[in-house]
């Protein structure tokens, strides 16, 4: 983890449909908090009772905010603890350890224009690039795509504010995303986050109508990658051998048995985490090694990447 | 010329177009345009000549259809054209200049300012290897200088003509030749003719 700690008191937490739920958290010394740029994330350490989960979430406070930092949390169907445990346990009055805000997704200044495309809850990190926007008169337009009956659930942060349009699946509500792509000025800068279904046709139909590398910007959801099949793992520096369960990342298990690895946004994007593996073949699930990286075999990101060998050997 | 340990040095490829592009806009100062050079460019861009503009700019282009081709009298106009344009070029546009170093890089900054990144222009320097001098003493820029040492045209110190490379100034570095032992200036040599 980069920085230090921060503890934080759960100020107010609400409901704001079936599945989502929006968490306000102060210090708990109440004192003033760092401030985080527009895009930033919080990870907070989740200890449920059977094993502690870190999640990272995108803030959707104002940018610079002291006071607070506030999160909307999707409970996931599938979820390996951590949304169900924000969902069910939390509440007001409770302290949470968390990391500093880290930020790997910021909006580009140098940019003419900002055109964000959001899947559903994916609309977080573009919460407070708006508040961000609302202030320095940036052109720019997002593009909320989400279901019929969520399209009013983020209306307290969407109100009074321009250039935002909501799409769902019928006719005539569906978002044309090859026809928006085509009509962007040159200088403009393209943010996707959403389901990795939606990220990565948006990211190919980007390629395809010749939008500069460079210009393109993409967040993905990364706990929903990590579980698999079991395998074990050799730290070769620690001399440890450490059994990865199904439903915990190899950096989880790793850190369960008292082993420091970095990391910071553990869900395979920023490439803290980096890793040489020495032995073993790796299932890589992550967005940050090039296929050069890949092909070589000797890097792993632990945080969401698993083993196709059934054991691994890291230099950890 | 045009290789160099130093690393701000900028190379250059042949212009190829780039098919993932969606418009194409060819920009040639006219008198870098070799006989039949023309030819071979218009087969080259072939494959995307209905999304093609070519601009050719100087009094000695030729006359060859590349596309939609635009006459224009000189490079300040082509800087005129990209300021005025401010909706006019799309993100998958691509932009392919030749021509001399001052011409390829008064285009590229040109274009820059309006938004292009440096993924979507291609460079390819043709004719003269004349540079541009920026003068580290004066921050004056001296234009078409063929010489390894040349007279500061703010300042008129002797300037060593460097290959180190400013993109936002679209100038080489000259800094003074004779400063530790003034009067002393080596031979001149005519080295970018």
Same mark, same amino acid.
């Given at each position: 983890?980069?920085? +230090?700690?921060?503890?934080?008191?759960?100020?107010?937490?609400?409901?704001?449909?079936?599945?989502?739920?929006?968490?306000?958290?102060?210090?708990?010394?109440?004192?003033k908090?760092?401030?985080?740029a527009?895009?930033?994330?919080l990870?907070l350490?989740?200890?449920?009772?059977?094993?502690?989960?870190?999640?990272?979430?995108?803030?959707?406070?104002?940018?610079?905010a002291?006071?607070?930092?506030?999160?909307?949390?999707?409970?996931?169907?599938s979820?390996?603890?951590?949304?169900?445990?924000?969902?069910?346990?939390?509440k007001?009055?409770?302290v949470?350890?968390?990391?500093?805000?880290?930020?790997?997704?910021?909006?580009?200044?140098t940019?003419?224009?900002?055109?964000?495309?959001?899947?559903?809850?994916?609309?977080?990190?573009?919460?407070?690039?708006?508040?961000?926007?609302?202030?320095?008169?940036?052109?720019?337009?997002?593009?909320?795509?989400?279901? +019929?009956?969520?399209?009013?659930?983020?209306?307290?942060?969407l109100?009074?504010?321009?250039?935002?349009?909501?799409?769902?699946?019928?006719? /005539?509500?569906?978002?044309?995303?090859?026809?928006?792509?085509?009509?962007?000025?040159?200088?403009?800068?393209?943010y996707?986050?959403?389901?990795a279904?939606?990220?990565? %046709?948006?990211l190919?139909?980007?390629?395809?109508?010749?939008?500069?590398?460079?210009?393109?910007?993409?967040?993905?959801?990364?706990?929903?990658?990590? /579980?698999?099949?079991?395998?074990r793992?050799?730290?070769?520096?620690?001399?440890? %051998?450490?059994?990865?369960?199904?439903?915990?990342?190899?950096?989880?298990?790793?850190?369960?048995?008292?082993?420091?690895?970095?990391?910071?946004?553990? /869900?395979?994007?920023?490439?803290?985490?980096?890793?040489?593996?020495?032995?073993?073949?790796?299932d890589?699930?992550?967005?940050?090694?090039?296929?050069?990286?890949?092909?070589?075999?000797?890097?792993?990101?632990?945080?969401v990447?698993?083993?196709?060998? /059934?054991?691994?050997?890291?230099?950890? | 010329m045009?290789?160099?340990?130093?690393?701000?040095?900028?190379?250059?490829?042949?212009?190829?177009?780039?098919?993932s592009?969606?418009?194409?806009?060819?920009?040639?100062?006219?008198?870098?345009?070799?006989?039949?050079?023309?030819?071979?460019?218009?087969g080259?861009f072939a494959?995307?000549?209905?999304?093609?503009?070519?601009w050719?700019?100087?009094?000695?282009?030729?006359?060859?259809?590349?596309?939609?081709?635009?006459?224009?009298?000189?490079?300040?106009?082509?800087?005129?054209?990209?300021?005025?344009?401010?909706?006019g070029?799309?993100?998958?546009?691509?932009?392919?200049?030749?021509?001399?170093?001052?011409?390829?890089?008064?285009?590229?900054?040109?274009?820059?300012?309006?938004?292009?990144?440096?993924?979507?222009?291609?460079?390819?320097?043709?004719?003269?290897?004349?540079?541009?001098?920026?003068?580290?003493?004066?921050?004056?820029?001296?234009?078409?200088v063929?010489?390894?040492?040349?007279?500061?045209?703010?300042?008129?110190?002797?300037?060593?003509?460097?290959?180190?490379?400013?993109r936002?100034?679209?100038?080489?570095?000259?800094?003074?030749?004779?400063?530790?032992?003034?009067?002393?200036v080596?031979?001149?040599?005519?080295?970018?003719?």
């Amino acid at each position: 983890m980069i920085g +230090e700690t921060l503890t934080l008191k759960v100020a107010a937490a609400s409901a704001i449909s079936p599945s989502l739920r929006h968490l306000r958290l102060v210090a708990a010394d109440g004192g003033k908090l760092p401030p985080a740029a527009a895009g930033a994330h919080l990870q907070l350490v989740l200890k449920g009772a059977t094993r502690t989960h870190r999640n990272a979430y995108s803030l959707i406070s104002r940018p610079g905010a002291r006071d607070a930092y506030e999160i909307i949390v999707r409970r996931v169907p599938s979820s390996r603890g951590g949304s169900a445990f924000i969902h069910e346990q939390i509440k007001v009055g409770d302290v949470l350890e968390a990391g500093w805000p880290g930020n790997l997704f910021a909006p580009v200044r140098t940019a003419r224009r900002h055109l964000m495309i959001a899947g559903g809850i994916g609309i977080t990190p573009f919460l407070s690039y708006l508040a961000d926007f609302a202030f320095g008169g940036a052109d720019y337009a997002l593009h909320l795509c989400c279901r +019929e009956d969520e399209q009013h659930v983020f209306d307290p942060w969407l109100a009074g504010k321009s250039g935002v349009s909501v799409h769902w699946d019928a006719d /005539g509500r569906r978002l044309d995303i090859p026809a928006l792509l085509a009509a962007q000025p040159v200088g403009t800068h393209l943010y996707v986050c959403g389901p990795a279904a939606m990220n990565d %046709e948006v990211l190919e139909l980007a390629a395809a109508a010749g939008w500069p590398a460079s210009h393109v910007h993409c967040e993905h959801f990364g706990s929903a990658l990590s /579980g698999g099949e079991a395998f074990r793992a050799f730290l070769a520096k620690s001399g440890v %051998e450490v059994s990865v369960g199904e439903d915990e990342s190899l950096l989880e298990a790793i850190e369960r048995i008292g082993v420091k690895a970095p990391c910071l946004c553990r /869900g395979g994007a920023c490439g803290v985490c980096v890793t040489p593996l020495l032995d073993g073949e790796a299932d890589h699930r992550d967005h940050y090694l090039s296929a050069a990286e890949r092909e070589t075999g000797r890097l792993i990101l632990p945080c969401v990447s698993r083993a196709r060998s /059934g054991r691994l050997v890291l230099d950890l | 010329m045009l290789h160099s340990d130093i690393k701000s040095r900028p190379t250059y490829t042949q212009l190829e177009p780039d098919l993932s592009g969606s418009q194409h806009l060819l920009i040639v100062e006219g008198d870098t345009v070799l006989p039949g050079r023309l030819d071979s460019l218009a087969g080259t861009f072939a494959p995307v000549e209905e999304n093609l503009h070519t601009w050719l700019v100087g009094t000695q282009a030729g006359g060859l259809g590349l596309g939609k081709v635009w006459r224009l009298p000189e490079v300040a106009d082509v800087v005129d054209a990209f300021a005025c344009a401010t909706r006019g070029y799309g993100i998958g546009d691509r932009l392919y200049v030749q021509g001399t170093e001052p011409f390829l890089w008064s285009v590229a900054k040109a274009a820059a300012i309006i938004g292009f990144s440096a993924e979507q222009i291609h460079l390819h320097h043709a004719g003269s290897l004349r540079r541009r001098v920026w003068c580290t003493h004066c921050h004056t820029v001296t234009e078409n200088v063929t010489t390894s040492i040349a007279s500061c045209a703010g300042c008129h110190r002797h300037l060593l003509v460097r290959d180190h490379f400013s993109r936002r100034l679209g100038a080489f570095m000259g800094v003074m030749v004779d400063a530790e032992a003034p009067g002393e200036v080596p031979a001149v040599e005519e080295s970018f003719a």
